[in-house]
């Protein structure tokens, strides 16, 4: 057995957002996408423990594609995990004020992002993709549709409709 960690190490940060895409347009929920990419690393980093991995990117995808039929398969969910959570799990009240930022203002934010990311979750998971897509990983129209294969005037629709429908709501929360 071989320490590779270094090597694992440069290796996840080239090859995550590859990854985390293909996992997002290929997992038939949102939610699930965490566990799948978790799965994957430490499937590859048992792997990687024992021999020498060349392309790296394609042998990743073949166990997150794997790992996702495997999940679809799956009748019970064993664990929910919200990737909302992720974007404050690194911050702390210190950090907040010590950056003299607002606090109050951080919060509403966060309870915002999560309103919006709550009634996304009610939403057909290919809207959920698209959202993701786009807002997370900053893919055009064209390349969600690729990606989805579906067409580039339903990405806009999910889009703009879901924004109108969100921006609706939003506002109406505002008003109480």
């Given at each position: 057995?071989?320490?590779?960690?270094?090597?694992?190490?440069?290796?996840?940060?080239?090859?995550?957002?590859?990854?985390?895409?293909?996992?997002?347009?290929?997992?038939?929920?949102?939610?699930?996408?965490?566990?799948?990419?978790?799965?994957?690393?430490?499937?590859?980093?048992?792997?990687?423990?024992?021999?020498?991995?060349?392309?790296?990117?394609?042998?990743?995808?073949g166990i997150a594609k794997n790992k996702i039929k495997k999940h679809i398969s799956l009748l019970a969910r064993f664990k929910q995990v919200s990737l909302s959570a992720e974007v404050y799990d690194d911050v702390t009240v210190d950090e907040l004020?010590?950056?003299?930022?607002?606090?109050?203002?951080?919060?509403?934010?966060?309870?915002?992002?999560?309103?919006?990311?709550?009634?996304?979750?009610?939403?057909?998971?290919?809207?959920?993709?698209?959202?993701?897509?786009?807002?997370?990983?900053?893919?055009?129209?064209?390349?969600?549709?690729?990606?989805?294969?579906?067409?580039?005037?339903?990405?806009?629709?999910?889009?703009?409709?879901?924004?109108?429908?969100?921006?609706?709501?939003?506002?109406?929360?505002?008003?109480?």
């Amino acid at each position: 057995m071989i320490d590779r960690t270094s090597e694992f190490t440069r290796i996840y940060e080239e090859t995550y957002d590859d990854v985390l895409k293909y996992v997002v347009c290929h997992c038939a929920r949102l939610d699930d996408v965490n566990e799948i990419i978790q799965e994957t690393y430490l499937a590859f980093y048992r792997a990687l423990k024992y021999r020498e991995i060349r392309d790296s990117l394609p042998y990743l995808i073949g166990i997150a594609k794997n790992k996702i039929k495997k999940h679809i398969s799956l009748l019970a969910r064993f664990k929910q995990v919200s990737l909302s959570a992720e974007v404050y799990d690194d911050v702390t009240v210190d950090e907040l004020l010590a950056d003299e930022t607002n606090v109050e203002q951080e919060v509403m934010i966060h309870l915002e992002a999560e309103e919006v990311w709550n009634r996304l979750k009610k939403k057909k998971p290919v809207i959920q993709k698209v959202f993701m897509m786009y807002f997370y990983f900053e893919m055009t129209h064209k390349e969600i549709a690729e990606a989805l294969k579906i067409p580039e005037s339903t990405v806009k629709t999910y889009l703009y409709r879901t924004l109108l429908e969100m921006r609706k709501v939003m506002k109406t929360d505002d008003e109480r």
